[in-house]
């Protein structure tokens, strides 16, 4: 069987010029993934890791037209692409664009399906078309709900945490968001309940639970601070979870590889507030956690891509904490 290359492409490490700076809290993390990816795939038989030898061009030139940059050369060394990066400005569906234009193997999910994730607005609606319990969510200049109780301010395309705030009532959240004149924000009436995330395995409107993790969430000065995971810190005895997993990826078909998805467990069931079709801060301890290679899990859905539907590896589970540091 031929070996198969796979490019790394995390453009922060390469050195990139990114849309908006990158906080400091989110490098740290994007360094904690891509060092736990290498580590899998370092240990799969019959892969060969490529990566970029210098900094590499910026996001918006990931079709590898610059023939000369490192990017294009990696690229062109490669049978398949693993891009890193955020699905907010645009730059992991830029990132996933070039790739296919390059006519390399795509580690990840379809542009069309990371230009749903990055919307706030476009998630809740494609989510509660397709039937999946999904957090309200409007633009500032649509009629809101009259009842009362806080209100969650966040980017329309931002990634996990990253400017989102809490106010104590909906007049407040809105008198936030116009003085300041800020556009690309949206509303979401907060939510009470227990922040968890799914690690998931998806292809063709299928999805494998990997882990059912724990999220840690610290509020300072009304904003929300992501403190990391405990993978697989939740249990689903009822399958609810397993359910939600399925539901989410039928929603978005074109969901490929490994995916995240954020949700508040409600005393009525699990509601989503974010999906992330790329690698979260779980997979940093997946590995750990569930006995078993995920970035191999992934790699097998080229050969078989039934194995989406087929159960999650076995053994015992054990509870694995992944700690980004403070903000």
């Not at 918006?60 to 050369?73: E, I, K, L, M, N």
């Not at 409007?138 to 806080?150: C, I, K, N």
């Amino acid at each position: 069987m031929a070996r198969m290359k796979v490019f790394v492409f995390d453009p922060v490490a390469a050195g990139a010029t990114l849309p908006r700076p990158l906080p400091r809290a989110l490098r740290r993390q994007g360094e904690m993934l891509r060092q736990a990816l290498l580590n899998d795939l370092g240990a799969l038989s019959g892969i060969d890791v490529v990566m970029a030898a210098s900094p590499g061009p910026s996001a918006g030139a990931a079709s590898g037209v610059d023939g000369g940059s490192p990017f294009a050369a990696a690229i062109q060394a490669a049978d398949a692409v693993w891009p890193l990066a955020s699905e907010s400005a645009g730059v992991l569906e830029q990132l996933s664009r070039g790739i296919l234009h390059d006519k390399r193997i795509l580690l990840g999910s379809a542009p069309g399906a990371v230009e749903v994730a990055a919307s706030k607005l476009k998630l809740a609606r494609v989510l509660a078309e397709g039937g999946v319990a999904v957090a309200a969510t409007y633009s500032p200049h649509a009629p809101l709900p009259q009842d009362g109780g806080p209100w969650v301010v966040k980017p329309d395309d931002g990634a996990g945490c990253l400017d989102t705030r809490l106010f104590s009532d909906r007049a407040a959240a809105l008198a936030w968001i116009r003085a300041r004149a800020a556009d690309g924000y949206v509303l979401q009436p907060f939510v009470s309940g227990k922040l968890g995330s799914l690690s998931l395995i998806c292809c063709d409107g299928l999805a494998r639970l990997l882990a059912c993790n724990q999220e840690r969430v610290a509020m300072r000065d009304n904003r929300f601070h992501y403190l990391g995971s405990v993978v697989n810190g939740l249990a689903d005895g009822d399958g609810a979870l397993a359910r939600l997993a399925q539901q989410v990826a039928a929603a978005i078909p074109s969901l490929w590889g490994y995916v995240g998805v954020d949700f508040v467990l409600t005393a009525s069931g699990a509601m989503v507030l974010d999906v992330n079709p790329r690698l979260t801060a779980a997979y940093a301890g997946l590995h750990a956690s569930i006995g078993c290679n995920p970035a191999g899990l992934v790699l097998d859905l080229l050969d078989n891509p039934a194995k989406a539907a087929s159960a999650a590896p076995g053994g015992m589970r054990r509870a694995v904490s992944v700690d980004v540091g403070s903000p």
